[in-house]
């Protein structure tokens, strides 16, 4: 592998090499900056450049770049560049991006490529329409991307929220496909896959828990967040590693305009984060930071064994820029973040993330970004008596460290668009070490480090194959080394299905010793047809490769959760995924699109390698965990649907989601398929968003979930011995019952300061209720005797909010 990927790039810069020559003249009419680029052989010319926002500097991601004479154009890259191939002559380029002013710009190409690098300016009137999908004109029908939801931070401010506070995490809950089990659960759930199944990335470092407080409020920060992207289907073959879908935080780079200073103040964290630019204008920086403070709050009020506890979280997110010259642009990002809850008793858990990525133009049609990357995720469990029992105490530890480096190639040959490079990844699995002291006496015991190495090479084309017919198509090759310093164990297979199995046989491995190899093939498809101005048919499968795991047989997953490599006992998870769907937009059509978008999509997912776990099994400092692991297979399929207006005083968006997600393991349920602990067969999400004419200062919004309840294990029968009642399930089932349905109602109302002249600072109080009728959804339901009679079991239905939550946050821009 090590040389295949130094050939690609010294081939393709051998073949550019002649592009950087010659001397001719193209012409350019318009006051736009630009600058003109060095001539090529032949006809085929090229428009480059890179699409700012004018305000402060930012890149814009998604802008269009249409050609009216042939009905092509380009879009921008996560970067703000674009590249249009064409013929000799002279062009109109309408360049148009959701929110901001439409520019049209005149290109005369002679005999040499052009740069045009652009800025665009937000409409002076806000722009009150929902933007989720689309970033250009009509961008879900054009687009070739299918199961695709872009989540602009304008909108996310405009959305209900728990305590008030903007979180993406619960915002993309609202969006068809994506679920979650119940508040107080960590992490989302796409299109029947487990949350471990779901990639996270944060300026394309991944983040392994993306949760503060048991999954109440997300670790990204509104303040200092640019773009949201999450990708279900079609997935491009630059993206591995998971199975379910990719969610591509990308961070703002920083005004490089002038100085600002945001913040919010609420009832249970604040925030703040300031920005600049740096080097006369040539770079920029971005500092948001956020701590919580209902422990601060509460410490008068806590007594016994509360007095002192400690529940709170905090982070810190930073971002800098630096433009070396008009080819080279270099960005530092990183991320930390700790979430610390308990007492005598406690635990805490956090992410650090540290992305550094030099964006390099080899030449007009050819774009590279680099990027190596540090993550680190840990955790820790403590009792610490020590001022009880001085001499008594426990912690134990446990963490995931990724190394990584990624070299990604964009190269545009006219209606082709061809992506390539690779990825390496070293992986450091730490699953627990353990200190106890008792009376005095100390004792260290624990887990020995897994060690894993991941590579993967890649390549894809987006291909414009005739006018109303586009074809997106790649593959990606993925191998694993489950490596050494460690010990390999051997399990007995002669046991009764869904029992423990014993070691016979334990094998050691020197430092960098290959224990096991996997490879896996994963090719990538897409097609858009366009039936007509306004409606295209789309299609899409994908196969991917997964090969780390997350272990957990909870009720829902929690932080302290054990990762593990796949190992010569854990196969690599697979999932090979087809969808379709039908979108068409209509109604009247104004500078931003259609009033009205509509989609339907379907699909079918195949998973392999499915963990699962025998009753009673031990995850915590199991040495022998994998013995207590069951491998099977799953299957996930159902409708979503989506309709949305993006004009008028009224506006928002409805989804609909039917779905079902399965299993079947040897050794559980009888060996029969079983619904999967994340099984939802209806969603119904709703957001609305109300812009009164006559009340200037004042936006009002609401969102109603329906769903139905997740599966459970109840028993089906009882025992008595010696005057206790034991429940008992006789028939091995699993998930055999539903909880109640959920729904929730939520709203919320923003005032806007007052303008005045010279006024420089910017800022709204916003007012929300969440859970506005005072549900009591159930999060869980499980078994006791009744007090008053032993003899009676009661299910007790188990509710994180029991009741309507009322928030005020106060939010200013200087």
């Not at 990708?231 to 780079?253: F, M, Q, T």
């Not at 956020?290 to 806590?302: E, G, K, M, N, T």
Request: charged share 20%.
């Amino acid at each position: 592998m090590k040389h295949i990927l130094p050939f690609w790039l010294c081939s393709l810069l051998i073949y550019f090499m002649p592009l950087q020559s010659g001397s001719a003249q193209a012409s350019l009419n318009t006051a736009g900056n630009s600058t003109q680029a060095k001539g090529v052989r032949g006809a085929a010319l090229t428009i480059s450049g890179y699409i700012k926002d004018a305000g402060n500097g930012e890149g814009l991601i998604g802008v269009s770049v249409y050609v009216k004479e042939t009905g092509t154009g380009a879009v921008t890259n996560s970067y703000g560049f674009y590249a249009v191939t064409l013929p000799a002559g002279s062009y109109n380029l309408v360049i148009s991006y959701v929110g901001y002013t439409r520019q049209t710009r005149t290109v005369d190409l002679v005999d040499r490529n052009v740069r045009l690098d652009l800025e665009l300016s937000q409409e002076g009137k806000q722009l009150q329409e929902v933007v989720v999908s689309t970033k250009r004109e009509d961008d879900n029908v054009k687009n070739i991307e299918m199961s695709v939801n872009r989540i602009d931070v304008k909108t996310l401010q405009r959305i209900p929220a728990l305590l008030g506070e903007v979180d993406v995490i619960r915002s993309i809950q609202l969006l068809p496909g994506v679920s979650t089990v119940g508040e107080g659960a960590t992490g989302f759930n796409v299109r029947g896959g487990s949350i471990d199944q779901n990639l996270v990335l944060l300026d394309e470092a991944p983040v392994y828990n993306s949760s503060h407080l048991f999954g109440f409020f997300s670790v990204f920060n509104p303040d200092a967040v640019k773009d949201v992207k999450l990708i279900k289907g079609g997935i491009p073959a630059n993206y591995g590693g998971r199975i379910a879908s990719i969610l591509d935080v990308r961070l703002k780079e920083g005004n490089a305009k002038k100085p600002e200073l945001n913040g919010g103040i609420g009832l249970i964290f604040s925030r703040l984060s300031y920005e600049r630019p740096l080097f006369n204008g040539k770079g920029s920086f971005i500092v948001a930071a956020r701590r919580s403070y209902a422990d601060v709050l509460a410490q008068p009020f806590l007594t016994g064994d509360l007095k002192g506890a400690k529940f709170y979280f905090y982070d810190l997110t930073a971002k800098g820029n630096y433009r070396i010259n008009d080819k080279n642009t270099v960005f530092l990002s990183g991320y930390l973040g700790r979430d610390v809850f308990g007492s005598d008793f406690g635990f805490n858990w956090g992410n650090t993330t540290l992305s550094a990525r030099w964006n390099h133009v080899f030449s007009d049609r050819l774009f590279l970004n680099t990027t190596a990357y540090y993550s680190n995720y840990d955790y820790s469990l403590n009792s610490d008596l020590k001022g009880k029992r001085p001499n008594d105490f426990f912690r134990t530890d446990s963490r995931i460290v990724d190394y990584s480096l990624k070299p990604d190639f964009s190269l545009f040959l006219g209606k082709n668009t061809i992506t390539f490079g690779g990825q390496v990844i070293a992986h450091d699995f730490q699953p627990g070490t353990a200190t106890a002291a008792s009376s005095g006496s100390v004792r260290t015991f624990g887990i020995a480090s897994k060690r894993a190495m991941e590579a993967a090479l890649y390549v894809g084309n987006e291909q414009q194959l005739t006018p109303k017919l586009q074809l997106q198509y790649g593959l990606r090759y993925s191998l694993f080394n489950y490596v050494g310093e460690g010990e390999a164990y051997t399990f007995r297979t002669d046991v009764p299905l869904g029992s423990r199995r014993e070691v016979i046989t334990t094998v050691g491995y020197r430092g960098g010793e290959v224990i096991k190899t996997y490879g896996n093939w994963e090719p990538r498809f897409s097609t858009k047809l366009d039936l007509s101005d306004n409606s295209s048919l789309k299609f899409s499968y994908n196969r991917m490769a997964q090969y780390i795991h997350l272990v957990s047989n909870t009720t829902a997953s929690t932080p302290l959760d054990i990762w593990t490599p796949s190992t010569n006992n854990i196969k690599p998870q697979i999932a090979d995924q087809v969808a379709g769907g039908y979108f068409k937009n209509f109604g009247r059509s104004s500078g931003t699109g259609s009033e009205f978008e509509a989609s339907v999509e379907v699909y079918y997912k195949w998973l392999q390698n499915q963990i699962d776990y025998i009753d009673g099994a031990s995850l915590i400092l199991n040495k022998y965990l994998e013995g207590d692991l069951l491998s099977g297979k799953g299957r996930a399929y159902g409708a979503e649907f989506y309709v949305k207006r993006n004009t008028g005083v009224v506006n928002g968006w409805i989804s609909y989601t039917l779905a079902k997600t399965e299993r079947q393991v040897d050794g559980i349920n009888n060996n029969n398929w079983y619904p999967t602990r994340f099984d939802k067969r209806h969603t119904l999400t709703s957001v609305l968003l109300f812009d009164p004419p006559h009340a200037k200062r004042w936006n009002f919004s609401a969102t109603f979930t329906l769903a139905s309840g997740t599966p459970g294990t109840f028993p089906t029968n009882r025992f008595e011995y010696q005057g206790y009642v034991v429940p008992q399930n006789t028939d091995n089932a699993r998930n055999n019952y539903r909880i109640p349905a959920y729904h929730r109602l939520d709203l919320a109302a923003t005032l806007q300061g007052r303008k005045r002249p010279g006024k420089r600072k910017d800022d709204n109080w916003v007012f929300s209720i969440y859970n506005v009728y005072a549900r009591k959804n159930a999060f869980s339901v499980y078994f006791q005797p009744n007090a008053d009679s032993p003899r009676v079991t009661e299910a007790i239905r188990y509710s994180v909010f029991a009741t309507l939550i009322p928030s005020v946050t106060y939010n200013f821009k200087l």
